[in-house]
């Protein structure tokens, strides 16, 4: 993973952006091996995000490859800024939409291990699946409120954000300024070198308190099948 790399400021995102792959799309040779890797070409971020939330017109949602690099980048500065560590949980908690993408690439590329999450469980099961989260992302008020009840009760909780935007709280906005302010590309590079196709990148849960680690070459062919 020794690229050329260089940063720029997208016309339309205050956000710098690292291109460890300068062309729109990969080459042949340039197959992904882990799941950020798809980072590199704007087809396989449709895919992903296809993948996703279900969307079938992605056209039309007007997704580009420069702003999903760049808050992917700028959201795991921002972890790494926050103590984040390799192998550390991390709840998502939401209906499905397009963020969901660049928060899970975020946290995978520095090593930390996603848990998406139904926003319609119990207390009981969620006290149950995030025991060792660090960090949760929640998708609006109602799911935050629902947290912040049962927050005593997570011994390993440092952070809840919330992608939408909610008074008195973290947002998913500010915390991509944060990442802004204390990136490290350097860190984030030597992070990604870390990782291997075999590496559990995602827990996936299958429903009651059951959650299945998944590696980058599973995910892999799962987004890519």
Known sequence: HNQ?????????????????????????????????????????ILRYVKYIDGTTDLQK?????????????????????????????????????????????????????????EDNLTAEQYIAMLGDARIIFVGDAATLARMRLIAPQLDSLRLMVSIDSV????????????????????????????????EVCSLEYRGGTNRTPLSHKAMLSAVLD
């Open 4 to 44: 050329k790399h260089h940063i720029f400021r997208d016309e339309k995102s205050k956000y710098f952006c690292t291109v460890f792959n300068t062309s729109t799309h990969m080459k042949e040779t340039e197959k992904p091996t882990r799941m950020f890797d798809l980072l590199d070409d704007r087809d396989l």
């Open 61 to 117: 949602r007007d997704i580009r490859r420069r702003d999903y690099r760049g808050k992917s980048d700028m959201l795991s500065h921002a972890l790494l800024h926050r103590g984040l560590r390799r192998g550390e949980t991390v709840g998502i908690i939401s209906a499905t939409r397009p963020e969901c993408a660049y928060i899970n690439l975020g946290i995978m590329q520095i090593g930390a291990i996603p848990l998406e999450l």
């Open 167 to 198: 008074d008195g709280s973290t947002t998913l906005e500010q915390l991509l300024d944060e990442g802004y302010r204390h990136a490290d590309r350097n860190l984030l590079q030597r992070r990604r070198n870390l990782i291997s196709t075999d």
